[in-house]
């Protein structure tokens, strides 16, 4: 077993080593990863916080098989995934993660229960029963299950996405602005779900966001800007996190 | 406008490409169809003046309406010389001449036949009446000089100078090749060849010594006066025309096919765009849904709803021009390619390619109409649009089906049902089947919704792929059904050809079985059944019998006909031939058993007609029987006793056989008959079923035809359904990338989308060949009722089967396009923002 050199009690559920990603080339050359190297520890809920266009979705888009790097690699617990086709990198992401989006979840045709157990239904494989009853009763949609999403409201909508990342209990979580389209109350009910998938279930979570709040739920979190991880913060709080954001700003 | 509506096109092009594909392909197959069935028609017609051009007057055979009827070749009537003579001395005659035609062939040294199916023609010394010009040599004018045409002169190496063996009516001859002849532009008057005969020669060697024409032309100057007198000097069954009469006559009857013919081609085209017009309402109908929000912000800032309507239906006649023009353009190409191929197997188009102004325009007209009727309803739509639908979140075409809709169905599909099963006449009942077909239409999202459920579980076996299919087909009942109504039509009019020709075939084909007949019938055409080939005949293995009889062309009470004359007892014992009234045993001296060929009156038995045969002499002869029509008494028409026949057109050779075999006989049997009578260029003989047999190729090629016709409309259908497929990838771009990042594998989104379309196009076969089945029946069921007619149905099955296995190959075609597609798409699609 390899151990990570900073997190040497924990091993990272996914890394980065000198990740770089660049749109276009010559003049109009965007460096939107300019070389990050970043763990992200095995049951831990991680946040990544930064201004608009610093890089974060496409740094958890390229840790996630959804996109690929310009240079550098990108590990799924010790399988390099940048030497995966594209086959195997769908496989990998049925069976090891889950995806929670700001939007567009769901599959409309399908009612909110298949949709939560579509990854398994892909996998062919069933879920456990009594884990399901669990998650249903966290995430508090046992008599919705048998509507369509567009029956269900946005938040609704939202609670099913998280059931679905958790059901099949992924290696890793990646979570991009989960509460963005959402008030604050129904924001506050996700964030707290998935902090308990956390400490109760020791699930993983990658969660990018842009709200202080949101990102005081998290173990850490790391800032970006212009593509680079400038900062690190342990065990945040909204009022810190927002101090700091101040600093990149002023 | 325009240019706003310009910008739009040139934007939407991907979209629009299979709209554009759909129009240019009808418009194309139309104009295409159109063009060869004109080269057919001028050439015919052109014919018809190289051949006939300079006639100014034409005696020829009244139409032998009476035994065409009953199946048998007859032998027209002939102009003696007598008459010849008498048209010859009418004042005003500057020429005439006679036509005489039979049969021949050459013989080669090692004495096998070649130029088998030629034809021998009296040569015409009048210059002007003779459409045949020497290109090579000289006419052929005194006794042993022949002339063949360019064509088989070409094809057999036949050199002028040459001697050769012809073989003739009476037998084989000693020829010399004095001249190479041509027809116009063409090689040949006939199309098995032309020998041109020397008029010392031609009597013989084509009518058995008997100076007699098929029909005569005159030249003169005054030809309605020559006309009149004319008819003083010829005789029964003769008709006198015109030279432009006659010329109109000839192009009508070779004109009335080509006509008919380019009508039935255009239909076909014309239903091949109707096809097309599903597609242009498919892809209109996608397009407002998706431009929902546009044309919402439009009506939001103020466009009026008129003005909405008219940008769409601009940019449907903008599409229609556009893909008309292409059309013409493909059409063109198409006929210049057949040309192409057929001039590399050695043929040539008739008449050659000439496009029409009148072709083009309609072309054009067709394809624009279409294109913008069928924009007409997605229009209507555009216009509805409300300013608050720009913040709704769908934007696809609604999945409920109105209550209107529902009502209409049913209310067209009883009426129809109706009128099928209780309709009075053939224009009911036609109405009836277009009210069946049109309540499926109307129906269609109702039965692609519960047809499309109804395969859920089968579907649910391909995994979540197959359930995301049909609730994908489910969730737009209207577009997966107009798609699959683009199918459905083609492959209901497969069925209803299908079904409704084998029916009457098989019914058609046991009618004529049930007539019984003789084994064989053996004609002679010019010559004669002497005893020598009757004997021939005997001497066959499993040959029974022969019986040999006469046969003449007559009028009967002045009704051009024929009449036979034989041992009729021995001819009732091997061939049908029975008397509806009176006996035949009664046929003595001075009495006839007359044919009942159907039509008209049939003389009573008792009374008393008047037959005159072909030189004028007359006889009047008492009915002792009616003959029952049957194949074999349509070869013998009606039949006189024997003495009767000898002092009316004397005592002349049979000239017919029918020939017995026994009933375990083998193709041998076959075999050696027909060698018989291939040494014999008069003769030829004939399967008694051959009528049966006739039928069913007829029938066959007829529905073989059809359905080969019906492929365009097949394949403009498949382009409808890769359309919607496109279409419906392009709108699902993000559920198709969100099932690809939670882990659906490229291969299973193909096979989603490959699900998907063979569904529809399963819909479309199956409710296709459904409603060709009902109509078909339905149709065989009224068409019993009103004829009294007990047709079976008989289904093809293994067409049928056919058809659905290739229905689903269609959908498998159809989806290999937008199922690559569909995997092309980036995933992060999906996430991204609108
Ligand atoms: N497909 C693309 N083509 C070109 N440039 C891109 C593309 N995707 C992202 N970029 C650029 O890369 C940079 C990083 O984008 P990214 O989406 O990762 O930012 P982000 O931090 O997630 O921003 P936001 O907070 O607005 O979501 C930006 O400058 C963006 O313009
Ligand atoms: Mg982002």
């Not at chain 1, 080593?17 to 300019?34: C, P, W």
């Not at chain 2, 001028?42 to 100014?56: E, K, P, R």
């Not at chain 2, 309540?439 to 047809?451: D, E, H, T």
């Not at chain 2, 009047?620 to 039949?639: N, Y």
Request: net charge negative; glycine share 10%; with cysteine.
């Amino acid at each position: 077993m390899t151990t990570s050199t900073e997190a040497p009690t924990r091993s990272a559920a996914a890394r980065a080593v000198d990740a770089r990603k660049t749109y276009g080339t010559g003049e109009a050359a965007v460096h939107a990863l300019a070389g990050v190297t970043v763990d992200f520890p095995e049951h831990e809920f991680t946040a990544i916080m930064g201004p608009s266009g610093s890089g974060k979705s496409t740094l958890m888009q390229c840790v996630a098989g959804l996109d690929r790097l310009t240079s550098g690699s990108a590990y799924i617990g010790d399988t390099d995934i940048s030497k995966l086709n594209k086959t195997q990198l769908t496989l990998l992401r049925r069976d090891r993660l889950g995806f929670i989006f700001q939007q567009y979840n769901l599959i409309p045709s399908l009612t909110a229960k298949e949709n939560i157990l579509l990854p398994l239904t892909l996998a062919g494989t069933k879920a456990n029963d009594a884990w399901f009853d669990e998650i249903m009763r966290t995430v508090g949609l046992q008599d919705r299950l048998g509507n369509l999403p567009s029956q269900l409201s946005g938040g609704q909508q939202q609670r099913v996405a998280v059931a679905r990342a958790l059901v099949p209990k992924p290696d890793i979580i990646f979570a991009d602005e989960p509460t963005g389209a959402l008030d604050s109350r129904t924001g506050i009910e996700i964030l707290t779900f998935m902090r308990r998938a956390v400490d109760d279930t020791g699930q993983t979570i990658v969660m990018v966001t842009h709200d202080p709040h949101a990102a005081s739920y998290a173990n850490r979190v790391l800032f970006l800007a212009d593509g680079q991880i400038v900062d690190s913060m342990d065990d945040p709080t909204a009022d810190r996190v927002l101090d700091r954001m101040k600093q990149f700003e002023g | 406008m325009i240019k706003l509506v310009l910008s739009s096109v040139r934007h939407n092009l991907a979209r629009y490409l299979a709209t554009l594909v759909a129009i240019s392909a009808g418009v194309g197959f139309f104009v295409a169809v159109s063009v060869i069935s004109d080269g057919i028609i001028s050439s015919l017609d052109g014919n018809v003046d190289a051949q006939y051009g300079t006639v100014d007057v034409a005696v020829v055979p009244d139409d032998t309406t009476t035994v065409a009827s009953t199946g048998a070749e007859p032998e027209p009537l002939k102009l003696p010389q007598s008459s010849v003579d008498h048209l010859l001395a009418l004042p005003g005659v500057d020429g005439g001449a006679g036509i005489l035609t039979a049969p021949v062939a050459f013989q080669a040294e090692d004495g096998k036949p070649f130029a088998t199916s030629a034809t021998g023609r009296l040569w015409i010394t009048d210059k002007e009446l003779n459409p045949l010009t020497v290109t090579e040599g000289k006419a052929p004018t005194s006794s042993g000089q022949i002339a063949v045409d360019q064509g088989t002169a070409d094809d057999q190496h036949l050199k002028v100078g040459e001697s050769l063996t012809l073989l003739t009516l009476a037998g084989k001859q000693k020829v010399t090749l004095v001249g190479i002849t041509d027809f116009g532009d063409s090689d040949a008057l006939d199309t098995g060849g032309t020998v041109s005969i020397s008029e010392p020669d031609a009597f013989t060697w084509l009518n058995n010594g008997q100076q007699e024409y098929a029909s005569f032309y005159l030249r003169g100057n005054d030809p309605s006066t020559l006309v009149a007198e004319a008819g003083q000097v010829i005789p029964d069954g003769f008709n006198v025309q015109t030279g432009n009469e006659f010329r109109q006559d000839q192009r009508d009857a070779n004109g009335s096919f080509a006509q008919g013919l380019k009508k039935a081609l255009q239909a076909f085209a014309v239903l091949a765009l109707l096809v097309g017009g599903f597609v242009i309402y498919n892809t209109f109908s996608v397009i407002v849904a998706q431009r929902l929000r546009e044309l919402a912000v439009l009506a939001a800032i103020g466009a009026t709803p008129r003005q909405l309507k008219r940008s769409l239906r601009l940019e449907g006649v903008v599409l229609g021009i556009v893909g008309s023009v292409l059309g013409v353009i493909t059409g063109y190409l198409l006929t210049l390619a057949l040309e192409g191929v057929l001039k590399a197997t050695g043929n040539t188009l008739p008449g050659g390619l000439s496009v029409s102004t009148s072709t083009i325009v309609s072309g054009l007209l067709l394809g624009t109409i279409i294109t913008v009727l069928s924009v007409m309803i997605p229009a209507r739509r555009a216009g509805r649009t409300e300013p608050i639908e720009a913040m709704r979140e769908a934007a696809t075409e609604s999945a409920s089906l109105g209550r209107t809709r529902g009502i209409v169905c049913v209310v067209l599909g009883v009426l129809g049902l109706v009128a099928m099963l209780a309709g009075s006449s053939l224009a009911v009942i036609g109405l009836g089947v277009v009210a069946f077909v049109a309540s499926v239409f109307v129906g269609a999202p109702y039965l692609a919704r519960g047809g499309a459920r109804a395969a859920r579980p089968l579907l649910e076996r391909f995994g979540i792929e197959g359930r995301l299919a049909v609730d994908n087909s489910v969730r737009s009942p209207k577009r997966t059904a107009t798609t699959a109504n683009a199918l459905l039509i083609g492959v209901f009019l497969v069925t209803l050809v299908a079904v409704a020709g084998a029916s009457i075939r098989d019914f058609a084909i046991q009618q004529v079985n049930d007539l019984q007949s003789a084994d064989y019938v053996v004609v002679s055409t010019g010559g004669t059944i002497d005893p020598a080939f009757v004997a021939k005949l005997r001497d066959v293995k499993d040959v029974n019998e022969v019986v040999a009889f006469r046969r003449e062309p007559v009028t009967i009470d002045s009704k051009a006909s024929i009449a036979s004359a034989g041992d009729v007892a021995q001819m009732a014992k091997i061939a049908s031939i029975k008397a509806e009234n009176g006996s035949l045993a009664d046929l003595t001296t001075g009495t006839i058993a007359v044919l009942d060929t159907g039509e008209g009156k049939v003389p009573a038995v008792g009374s008393t007609v008047t037959v005159k045969d072909s030189r004028g002499k007359d006889v009047q002869l008492r009915v002792v029987a009616v003959l029952a029509p049957t194949q074999d008494t349509g070869q013998t028409g009606s039949i006189i006793d024997e003495h009767t026949f000898d002092s009316l057109v004397g005592d002349v050779a049979p000239t017919v056989a029918f020939v017995d075999i026994a009933s375990g006989a083998q193709g041998s049997t076959k075999d050696a008959i027909q060698n018989l009578a291939d040494l014999r260029p008069d003769i030829t003989a004939q399967e008694g079923n051959a009528v049966g047999k006739l039928i069913r190729s007829v029938f066959d090629f007829l529905i073989k035809a059809v359905t080969g016709l019906l492929l365009m409309s097949v394949v403009i259908a498949l382009i409808g359904i890769i359309n919607t497929m496109s279409l419906s990838i392009l709108e699902r771009r993000r559920e198709l990338g969100l099932l690809r990042i939670i882990g659906m594998t490229d291969k299973r989104v193909r096979r989603m989308v490959t699900l998907e379309s063979v569904l529809i196009s399963l819909l479309g076969t199956l409710g296709g060949m459904l409603t060709g089945l009902v109509v078909s029946l339905l149709l065989v069921l009224s068409f019993n009722r009103l004829s009294q007619a007990t047709i079976t149905p008989s289904i093809p099955w293994v067409e049928l089967i056919v058809i659905l296995v290739l229905g689903v190959l269609l959908g498998v075609l159809a989806a290999l396009l937008p199922a690559r597609r569909s995997t092309r798409m980036e995933v992060l699609d999906a996430i991204a923002a609108s």
